[in-house]
């Protein structure tokens, strides 16, 4: 199983099920470096000043290679789940690095990102892991992935707008009033969810919206954190005893790709039905 930093996979967790991450890439005035390579601070750091940041997707040779890695160690197939298509060329480039391996590599579109795909790909890992062939590997995923959700906070639309996420228009929408905007993943995309005056009662909204949406099912849970980990903490310590059926709570520091994306101070839920 391979997948991309964009899951937001703890370390241990990808090492648990044997998944290899690809790191995305960090443009930082100009100097490119893997996601890995770029130290936290450094990089909230160039957001906060203002400084030109931006993602770009794997190089496709890096994909590549990852595939002949895994058929050099005895693999005979390979399913490599990436972040929404419309988000990123990470599909795409995926697909082209497919197309040159030297084992078949099935290419799943997750449409969406953070845990709600990091969920989907240990899924699928564990079922890799029991023998499963392709055809049952892509069940589970489409499984996990057919009914997640990812709630998102942010301090600020500049982040996203400054990435071409979001219109510059609806960046705008309630600067001056001090609304903070609430967003999701729909059909792929980041989409307005609702708009809340200050910050702290957008958080409790988040969180009301997240457990209207759990709605007494059994999840996996996420809380990710832009630079703001008390805040992820007390999100989920929130969050949990109004969810007693969570089977799997974890608190993630959001990738560095996301946090280009979504600015720091940004937090998120992210739900992934079981």
């Known amino acids: 199983m391979i997948t991309d930093s964009t899951a937001c ?13 690809i790191p995305v890439q960090i443009r930082i005035d100009g100097h490119l470096d893997l996601e890995s390579r770029v ?3 450094m990089l909230i750091d160039a957001l906060r000043s203002g400084r030109d940041v931006s993602t770009e ?5 890096a994909l590549f290679w990852a595939y002949q890695a895994a058929a050099a160690d005895g693999c005979d197939a390979i399913v490599s789940v990436h972040l929404s298509s419309s988000l990123s060329q990470t599909y795409a480039h995926a697909k082209e690095a497919a197309e ?25 890992a564990r079922v890799a892991a029991a023998g499963g062939d392709p055809a049952r590997i892509i069940d589970a995923l489409s499984r ?28 705008l929408i309630g600067t001056a009033l001090s609304l903070k905007p609430l967003l999701a993943m729909k059909d792929g995309e980041v989409a307005p969810l609702d708009k809340v005056l200050g910050g702290n009662r957008a958080v409790r909204k988040l969180i009301d919206l997240a457990v209207r949406r759990i709605d007494g ?21 929130t969050l949990l005893p109004r969810v007693p059926q969570a089977r799997q709570s ?7 790709a996301l946090a280009v994306h979504l600015g720091p101070g940004a937090l998120n839920i992210s739900i992934s039905p079981v």
């Open 100 to 124: 040159r391996a030297s084992i078949p590599v099935h290419v799943v579109d997750s449409r969406t990102t953070g845990m709600s795909l990091g969920y989907a790909a240990t899924t699928a």
């Open 250 to 256: 974890v608190i993630i520091e959001g990738s560095s």
């Open 57 to 61: 997707p794997p190089d496709p040779a």
């Open 144 to 171: 996990r992935l057919a009914d997640c959700s990812e709630l998102l906070y942010v301090d600020t639309l500049e982040y996203l707008r400054r990435g071409g996420r979001i219109g510059a228009t609806a960046s």
């Open 9 to 21: 996979l703890p370390a241990d967790m990808a090492a648990q099920w044997r998944l290899t991450v």
């Open 217 to 237: 099912r059994a999840v996996d849970l996420a809380v990710g954190h832009v630079g703001a980990p008390e805040q992820a903490h007390a999100m989920l310590d």
């Open 39 to 41: 130290p936290r601070k």
